[in-house]
């Protein structure tokens, strides 16, 4: 006889059990991860509140804050702030106590949208002939994506206030209303660009008359060009938000043909745009499976042949996840979410390393416990044994490629509601395992962290300068007291100045008595990230306690010009302790160190 809970794991999804560990694991994560980013863009928009409308950009950037984004953004996070702000927590008398409530606000916003986008997704699926009771589903896988849960519930992002608009939108391009689709669609372009690439394949398929074609294309463009009036004169609007990098990671994937750089991306969306004007729908079914194709392909070209941000794959989601129920083997794209899952992660935890990774404990409510101990956690990318990012990315992108190339209509079925949905254990071993994907391995960097013991010597402290690039044959030390009898563990904090992916850094642990290599590593620069600590692990190595050692750095590769550096401490008068020491002279300052031992 089966077991309840195995009557449970098989009962048909979404039960009100998988509403409830949806909850359970949303509020968790809630307030357990979050990125500084939503800080960042809230605050700015207190601008507003000030009174600053047509210098909000130019007083942003006086600040200390270059606002990267369109109005919209803004203007909708200085409405939420509204409250916070008559209350007296926004400001800069706000006590230092309210910052966790301030954040978690924030937070507030972009996942009452993303709540509601599952809404409509349920709306559209069972617009485009999912039915309502599969059209629920898809609510639900879309709320669980592994990828979208991270996006919204863990790293904090707010991409769901455009999202939401693009969906209202699709919805009513479904019920064959283009007008009110290329006004949303336009206005969903002033919170992030992406919008577009969803937009013109779609309205190319529809509609097939040029003059029609280009009234649509201006409404979309107008809620831009609104906002860019009133801002275009400014510098600070130009550069923080019309310099942004978006176009330049699109650029970057080119051919260099011995004249000029042939532009991968741009042939193959125009391509694609052409081949929507082209096709010719076979009813409504039809439309919408030709639909989600293009905007598959679309989503594959922006994230898959372009450098991406971790929350921006976002956008990506809904359309995935409707064309996956729409498609014969959903089965096989529900398994593939979970491998997304797992390469997404790699490529972010290495590639954006002690930034989106272990580091999210910073914010949330165990920023007490986490934040002093992040400095010195196992980087969650030394559990996935990983240092180049290029090879997760591959995999990832091969993987969105397979997601919207066999999500092509002669792979659908003609009646997707007739199909039978997935197997009810797949549905919740995707939310599950793809969550534990990131979650499983952040939480052992911090509880290793937590449980490691301090560092026996330590000159982290105050503010960090660098010392400049390590040229070649210059040798650059730091003399330090052992305290234990056993150094197990050496961190320091280094600095790419201009090194490319071939420069090195030498590292040696002398031992200043015998004048012997007691250890000795050298690092490649890809290894070495801006500003974050470069754990060295090695075995551990008997030490006398209270004699001096030298931890010495020198270029280990023969490039000119192709430098490395070093953090240091401010000035200070050290004693004979510890100090600097660069090609022997001795220097009034500690190179950035910590060491460890037992």
């Known amino acids: 006889m089966k077991s309840r809970l195995s009557l449970l794991w098989l009962e048909e999804p979404p039960s009100r059990w ?51 984004y369109f109005p919209s953004t803004y203007l909708v996070f200085a409405a939420w702030n509204l409250p916070l702000w ?8 706000a006590p230092a106590s309210s910052r966790l409530v301030v954040l978690m606000w924030y937070k507030l916003l972009p996942t009452l949208f993303y709540l509601a986008s599952a809404v409509l997704i349920y709306r559209i699926g069972a617009q485009v002939g999912l039915g309502r009771r599969k059209a629920r589903v898809g609510a639900y896988l879309w709320l669980t994506t592994p990828i979208a849960f991270f996006g919204q519930f863990i790293f904090g992002q707010y991409d769901s206030l455009g999202i939401f608009l693009v969906l209202i939108g699709v919805y009513y391009y479904f019920k064959k209303d283009l007008l009110v689709f290329a006004l949303l669609c336009g206005l969903a372009f ?61 650029w970057g994937t080119s051919i260099w043909n011995g004249y000029v750089n042939v532009q991968l991306f741009l042939i193959a969306w125009l391509l694609v745009c052409a081949s929507a004007y082209f096709v010719e729908p076979q009813g409504g079914g039809n439309t919408s499976q030709w639909g989600f194709y293009f905007t598959n392909v679309s989503m594959f070209l922006l994230f898959g042949l372009s450098f991406f941000h971790p929350q921006w794959l976002l956008w990506a989601t809904p359309f995935w996840v409707i064309s996956t129920l729409m498609n014969r083997k959903a089965d096989t794209f529900l398994a593939l979410d979970i491998l ?50 290029s090879f997760p990315y591959s995999v990832l992108s091969a993987l969105m490629l397979v997601n919207a190339a066999f999500k092509h209509p002669r792979f659908c079925a003609s009646q997707p509601a007739r199909v039978s949905l997935p197997g009810p254990g797949l549905i919740r071993t995707r939310f599950i395992a793809g969550i534990a994907i990131f979650v499983l391995p952040a939480s052992a960097s911090l509880i290793m ?35 234990t009898g056993t150094i197990d563990r050496i961190q320091f904090l280094p600095g790419r100045y ?6 090195q850094l030498n590292v040696r642990l002398l031992d200043p008595m015998s004048d012997q290599v007691v250890y000795e590593k050298v ?22 306690p209270g004699q001096r050692y ?36 001795r220097q009034s300052y500690d190179l950035v160190v910590r060491i460890y031992g037992h």
């Open 523 to 544: 690092i490649d620069a890809p290894d070495l990230v801006e500003r974050t600590y470069y754990t060295l692990r090695i075995p551990s190595i008997k030490v006398t």
């Open 190 to 250: 002033t919170f992030k660009y992406f919008s577009l690439f969803v937009f013109l394949p779609l309205l190319l398929l529809m509609e097939k008359r040029i003059p029609a074609i280009l009234a649509r294309a201006a409404l979309f463009a107008a809620p831009a060009l609104l906002e860019l009036a009133l801002y275009i004169w400014s510098p600070a609007f130009r550069s923080g938000v019309l310099g942004t990098p978006v176009a330049s990671y699109i």
């Open 340 to 389: 997304m899952m797992l390469f997404f992660t790699l490529f972010t935890v290495t590639f954006f390393d002690r930034d989106v990774d272990q580091q999210l404990f910073g914010l949330g409510v165990l920023k007490g416990i986490a934040a002093p101990v992040l400095g010195t956690a196992i980087p969650m990318r030394d559990f996935f044994l990983l240092r180049d990012a």
């Open 498 to 503: 201009e090194a490319t992916r071939a420069a």
């Open 550 to 585: 030298i931890l010495a750095f020198g270029k280990a590769d023969d490039r000119v010009g192709d430098y490395l550096t070093l953090y240091r401490t401010a000035q200070s008068d050290l004693g004979l302790s510890h100090y600097a020491v660069i090609d022997g002279v």
């Open 18 to 68: 998988d509403w409830l560990l949806f909850a359970v694991l949303a509020v968790a994560c809630y307030v357990t991860f979050q990125h500084g980013d939503i800080q960042t863009t809230g605050s700015a928009s207190l601008a507003y509140l000030q009174g600053h409308f047509f210098d909000f950009y130019d007083h942003n950037l006086a600040v200390g804050t270059a606002a990267a």
């Open 86 to 93: 008559l209350l007296g927590l926004v400001n800069a008398s």
């Open 449 to 483: 962290a937590v449980n490691s013991p301090p560092p026996s010597f330590s000159t982290a402290r105050g503010d960090f300068f660098t010392i400049g690039p390590i040229a070649e044959g210059q040798d650059v030390r730091q003399v330090f007291l052992a305290t």
